[in-house]
C-alpha cells in the first residue's frame, strides 16, 4: 500500500520535531521542510535518537518569505501540515519583520496545496488569536483577538493575521480541500534535540539557574507538547473537524510562579516565586524588548473551552507537572552533555 505523504513545515522547531515523531511512527511518509538543507542530516539523527522511524523521511528546501519550491515541495501529498512561523519573545523593531512572513508562508502553503490536491491542511496556529486581548474570562473556538488593540503583541498580531488570512483564502475557494487549525496554549515539555532556545524552554533554563527572580503576573492555560503533536495528527485524520479550530490546552489557567513552584518542591534550588509588580515591567519595557512583549499579557487569567478537542479526539493532556518536570529534565541533560 502506497504510503500517505505529509509535507511539515518547521519539521526542525520545538512542536515541529514532535510531530514528525508521532507521523512517522503512525506510517506516513514525512515531506519535512528547512531553510537551510544543511541541518537535514542533524534533524534525521535527532528523530532516529527519538526512536521514530526515519526510512519514510525526506526534506526540502522552503522559505517563508519566497515563492519558491512551494508547488514542489506539495506535489503528490496527501495532507499538508504548516507548522512554520516567525517567533520572537521580544517585539522585533518593525512588526512587519513577524506579521508579514506569518501571513504570507500560510498563505504559499494553502495556494501549493489547492495546486496539488491535498485533502486537508491542518495550521498551527494559537490560543493568543483568541485571548490575546482579554484580561479574564473564558475564550473558545468563536472568539479573535482584537489585531487593532493597543495591548496586542506583534506575535499574537500575527499568529492571529495569518490565521484570518487562511480562513478567508478557503472562503473564496471552489474546491474540496479542508481546513483545519489547532490552538495550542503555552507549550512545555522535553524537547528532542539539544536546542533550548524556544520560549518555554529558554524559561525554565533561566529559572533552573536562578536568572528569573521575579515572575510576570499572568496566567494562561498550558499543554505538553506531545500533547500537541497528537492533537496534530488527529486534526489531520479525523474526518469530523474539517472547518474546525480547535483549543489544545487544559482548560485552567497556570500562573507563572505554578511553574516555578512545581520545579522547587521537586528539588531545583533556582526558581524564584515571587511575582513582579506590572509597573516595573512597564518601565522596563521602555528600553528591553522582550519585557515590551509582554506588557499585553499583564494581569491576564484566562480560561479556555477545550471541549472540542476533548469530544472529538482521542485526547486528554496529561498534567502539566509532568509537562515542566520533563523540560526540565531535557535541560539537565542537555547542560551537562555541553
Known amino acids: 500500500m502506497t504510503k500517505k505523504i505529509v509535507l511539515l513545515t518547521g519539521i526542525s522547531g520545538f512542536i515541529g520535531l514532535h510531530i514528525a515523531r508521532e507521523l512517522l511512527n503512525k506510517g506516513f511518509h514525512v515531506r519535512g521542510s528547512l531553510r537551510n538543507l544543511k541541518k537535514a542530516e542533524n534533524i534525521k ?86 485571548m490575546a486581548t482579554m484580561k479574564s474570562g473564558t475564550f473558545g473556538p468563536n472568539d479573535w483577538a482584537d489585531t487593532h488593540s493597543k495591548d496586542i503583541g506583534t506575535y499574537a498580531k500575527s499568529k492571529t493575521l495569518a490565521e484570518q488570512a487562511a480562513w478567508q483564502f478557503m472562503e473564496q475557494q471552489d474546491s474540496a480541500m479542508e481546513l483545519v487549525t489547532v490552538h495550542p496554549g503555552g507549550v512545555f515539555g522535553p524537547t528532542l534535540d539539544d536546542d533550548i532556545a524556544g520560549q518555554s524552554m529558554e524559561m525554565i533554563d533561566q529559572m533552573l539557574r536562578g536568572k528569573i527572580p521575579m515572575l510576570a503576573n499572568v496566567a494562561i492555560p498550558m499543554v505538553d507538547v506531545r500533547d500537541v503533536a497528537n492533537a496534530h495528527i488527529q486534526a489531520m485524520t479525523n474526518t469530523k473537524v474539517a472547518g474546525q479550530r480547535i483549543i489544545v490546552s487544559h482548560s485552567e489557567p497556570t500562573h507563572l510562579t505554578e511553574i516555578a513552584r512545581i520545579l522547587k518542591t521537586h528539588g531545583y534550588k533556582g526558581p524564584s516565586t515571587r511575582i513582579a509588580p506590572n509597573l516595573l515591567l512597564r518601565f522596563m519595557a521602555l528600553f528591553d524588548n522582550e519585557a515590551k512583549g509582554m506588557l499585553g499579557l499583564l494581569g491576564m487569567n484566562v480560561h479556555a473551552d477545550n471541549s472540542k478537542a476533548l469530544t472529538l479526539f482521542d485526547w486528554n493532556p496529561r498534567p502539566f507537572s509532568e509537562s515542566v518536570l520533563d523540560a526540565a529534565t531535557s535541560i539537565t541533560r542537555i547542560r551537562r552533555n555541553k
Not at 94 to 109: F, N, Q, T, Y
Open 45 to 130: 539523527n535527532t528523530l532516529k535518537k527519538a526512536s521514530a522511524d526515519v526510512s519514510e523521511l525526506s526534506f526540502i528546501e522552503l522559505d517563508l518569505t519566497s515563492e519558491k519550491g512551494w508547488d514542489c515541495a506539495a506535489e503528490n501529498c496527501d495532507y499538508v501540515m504548516h507548522v512554520a512561523s516567525p517567533y520572537a519573545a521580544a517585539e522585533p523593531k518593525h512588526e512587519d519583520d513577524m506579521i508579514k512572513p506569518a501571513v504570507d508562508g500560510s498563505l504559499r502553503a494553502l495556494r501549493a496545496a489547492k495546486k496539488a490536491g491535498v485533502k486537508r491542511v491542518v495550521l498551527t496556529s494559537s490560543t493568543m488569536t483568541m
